[in-house]
């Protein structure tokens, strides 16, 4: 069973970037479609960008394209977020997820602070 | 982007009532959306993908229907493990939008 391993907490400066991982273990990412997503504290949920590894083109939110890549990682079956040019806005919690939405990570808060 | 408006944002049920939240999609999304239902501290958990299809191992409390663009997500009677946050997202063209969420607390 495919289960979605998040890396761990960040905290931030403004104006720098962060890395996310999220790993599949007990299976191969080859068929699973990733999304990203993530949720500032008290708020909804906001889709950030997905990918299909083995066509390896990501597509991401407007609101944050040019801040933004999502790559993978076949050999490891690690998909990656990377969020550049941080603002305490981006301060949230960041989950990967299947794109079916059946299988989610455990979520890694980024705090960004000064 | 296609918005999805959920309605109410807040709701206030007692166990045992029978509820229902809406998602209105802003132009069609096929049978594309899906229902999460997400805890404190959790990351959202599917219940129903493909407008009203059960997802596997959930209760069938829940159900959900669609109606051309207006989508709900009914739990029959509600138990005490249910009062949570609902989302409903789209899946029929990127951006993947999600609906502001509905807050199901205890009356």
């Known amino acids: 069973q495919v289960q979605l391993v998040q890396s761990g907490a960040e905290v931030k400066k403004p104006g720098s970037s962060v890395k996310v991982s999220c790993k599949a273990t007990?299976?191969?990412?080859?068929?699973?479609?990733l999304n990203w997503v993530r949720q500032a504290p008290g708020q909804g949920l906001e889709w950030m960008g997905g990918?299909?590894?083995?066509?390896?083109?990501?597509t991401y939110a407007q609101e944050i394209q040019g801040r933004v890549t999502i790559s993978t990682d076949e050999p490891t079956s690690t998909a990656y977020l990377e969020l550049s040019s941080l603002t305490v806005a981006d301060t949230a919690v960041y989950y990967c997820?299947?794109?079916?939405?059946?299988?989610w990570g455990q979520g890694t808060r980024v705090t960004v602070s000064s | 982007a296609i918005q999805l408006t959920q309605s109410p944002s807040t709701l206030s049920a007692s166990v045992g009532d029978r509820v229902t939240i809406t998602c209105r999609a802003s132009?069609?999304?096929?049978?594309?959306v899906v229902w999460y239902q997400q805890k404190p501290a959790k990351p959202p958990k599917l219940i129903i993908f493909d407008a009203s299809t059960l997802e596997n191992g959930v209760p069938p409390r829940f159900s959900g229907t669609r109606s051309g663009t207006d989508f709900t997500l009914t739990i029959s009677s509600l138990q005490p493990e249910d009062f949570a946050t609902y989302y409903c997202q789209q899946m029929y063209v990127y951006p993947h939008t999600f609906g502001q969420g509905t807050k199901l607390e205890i009356k």
């Open positions: 007990g299976g191969s990412f080859r068929s699973h479609a």
């Open positions: 997820a299947t794109h079916r939405g059946d299988l």
């Open positions: 990918i299909i590894p083995i066509f390896e083109t990501p």
């Open positions: 132009q069609g999304v096929s049978d594309t």
